[in-house]
Structures are given as C-alpha cells and as structure tokens.
C-alpha cells in the first residue's frame, strides 16, 4: 500500500513547512525519511557533498577543528533550518565537519536534485538562501560568544538553542558531550551547571537535563542568544512564524 502523501502542515522542519503546497509538491518525491545516529558525521570539509538534511527531531553540531585535534561549536541546526549550505553555495569554509549532536530524523535531499530545484523552483532557493544569511550570522556571534562570555552564560544559549529545537524542556546530554561541543574543560561545564542548578533554572542528572526555569536561562545567558534569534526571525519570520507552534 503506498504511503499517504504528506503536506507542508505535516512536516515538522520549518523551512519545508515554510514552502507553499505548489512548491512542496514539486520537491516532495525527492525527500528522503532518514534515521541519523549519535555521532554520525553528514559531511567533512573536503569531501564532495552529496545531500542536504532538513532536520526534524535530530540536532546536528557544525564543528571547526584545530590542527592539535581539538574543536568547538561553530553553529547548531535543527528543525529550524538545514545542513549543508556548501552544497548550493559552493566551497565555503563555515566548518570541517558536520555530525549528529542528537538522535532523530530528517528528511535528506541529493545534492543534483538540490541543484535541479534552484534552477527551476525560486521559492525553494529563497527560502534556502535566507537560512543560509542566518546560518552565518550565528556562526559570526559564536565567534563572538566564545571568546568573550563565560561558560555559564554559553551553557545556557546553548540549553536553549537545543530546548527551541527540539521543543522539549529535557535534555539528554552528558556534560562530557557538551564540554566537547563547547570546546571547553567538562569540569567548567559541570561547574556552570551545578551553579545554574543552585539558582533553580536546571535540574540535572547523569545524562539528562532538566529546564526548569525559560526565564531565569535568558537572564544568565549572554545577549547571543536572543541577537541570533531575533536576525533569524527579521530573516524568515514572515515565512515560519505561523507555522512554529
């Protein structure tokens, strides 16, 4: 029996939420449903792209690494946007690698149909090319973030980035896996944490943590936060807020 054929409504990343239905139904036969793994890596820097994802329960982790091997969060992404903005941009140098921060699904397109798309569908490039301007302005405030906040102020832009795309107040994430993302030492990050837990906005155990307090994270986190989510709403508002729910 072959399966129902879904609509924009039914898609749960906001940019192919975003598309109209005229669109949608043009580029729906080449999206793929796909289960994507803790760690799995979707691209690195010098190998040919080959797809996008367009995430809709998974959260992947744009990582740049230095030449010792160690490497920090350059930009998240979720069901808010996509991966793989070299794929139609060409050979920009955002990040080395791209790997799944945490588990989920999303729909992946082949780059030749990616390239298809841009040529004959303007809306799909649009809506494609805006996320790219936001994508690089998040990348351009990490910079920012993490070299001038502490580390508490970055664990909760970083709590709340993740909270947003997920849509869950838990987060199943070991201060080891953060404090890699982070770039930071994992004792800084369970210091920051035990304090954020004292002022009652978190509550953690081994592997899992709980926001308590939306509020109190925005007054700890430093103002990156809320500068890239307000350049990403002034960028795409008029085509995902009504569709965020």
Known sequence: MPTAKKTPSQIQNLLLAALPEKIFDKIEP??????????????????????????????????YETEDG??????????????????FIGDARMAKRAVVMNPGQ????????????????????EICMLYTQTLLAQISQNVICNR??????????FLLIISDNLQ????????????????????????AAAQLQDNGFIKYTRGKIEL?????????????YEVVKDQYERILGKYISQHDS
């Not at 001038?148 to 832009?157: A, F, K, T």
């Not at 993302?181 to 990050?189: A, D, I, N, Y």
């Open 168 to 191: 869950t107040t838990t987060i199943h994430m070991t201060h080891s896996r953060i404090s890699s993302v982070l770039g930071v030492r994992r004792e800084s990050v369970s210091a």
């Open 70 to 87: 160690e490497s920090i969060e350059v930009g998240m992404t979720g069901r808010q946007g996509l991966v793989g903005v070299v794929t």
């Open 106 to 125: 999303a729909y992946v397109m082949q780059a030749k149909d990616v390239e298809q798309y841009f040529e004959e569908i303007s809306g799909f490039q």
């Open 212 to 224: 308590l307090d939306r509020k109190g994270l925005l007054g700890a986190a430093c103002e990156c």
């Open 30 to 63: 080449s999206l793929k449903l796909v289960d994507l793994k803790l760690d799995e890596v979707l691209w690195e820097m010098n190998e040919k792209r080959k797809h996008i994802y367009f995430p809709t329960s998974a959260m992947i982790c744009l990582l």
């Open 148 to 157: 001038l906040h502490s580390i508490e102020q970055q664990l909760c832009r």
